[in-house]
């Protein structure tokens, strides 16, 4: 069974940096994709950034690009999300996700809240001005 667990979310300052982590574990996750999704309050869950987990790829919400990195540690099972010069409008709850059927698609990177399959509880961050 997969297990998603994040961490790192906080309070910070318009401007600061955090960075985000979300623990995999359960499966072999070499043909998946992972994501990160976010959903303000009031507001439907949105897609932030996707990668690859055996080669790395990766694509970004156009709200966070040059802003948002993500990264995985595939010997660690670890993905990542280093989000620099933040912003209040980031604030929002963070989900971890995972793409089980990435592999067969041909590598399209899955950017639809739908097309994940596993979920983590989310991580909390907050961006005071």
């Known amino acids: 069974q997969v297990q998603l667990v994040e961490s790192g979310g906080g309070l910070v300052q318009a401007g600061g940096s955090l960075r985000l982590s979300c623990e995999a574990s359960g499966r072999t996750f070499s043909s998946y994709a992972m994501g990160w999704f976010r959903q303000a309050p009031g507001k439907e869950r949105e897609f932030v950034a996707t990668i690859s987990w055996s080669v790395g790829n990766t694509k970004y919400a156009d709200s966070v690009k040059g802003r948002f990195a993500i990264s995985r540690d595939a010997v660690k099972n670890m993905m990542y999300l280093q989000m620099n010069s933040l912003k209040p409008e980031d604030t929002a709850v963070y989900y971890c996700?995972?793409?089980?059927?990435?592999?067969?698609?041909?590598?399209?990177?899955?950017?639809?809240?739908?097309?994940?399959?596993?979920w983590g509880q989310g991580t909390q961050v907050t961006v005071s001005s």
């Open positions: 996700a995972a793409d089980s059927d990435y592999g067969v698609r041909f590598g399209l990177l899955p950017v639809r809240r739908v097309q994940y399959d596993y």
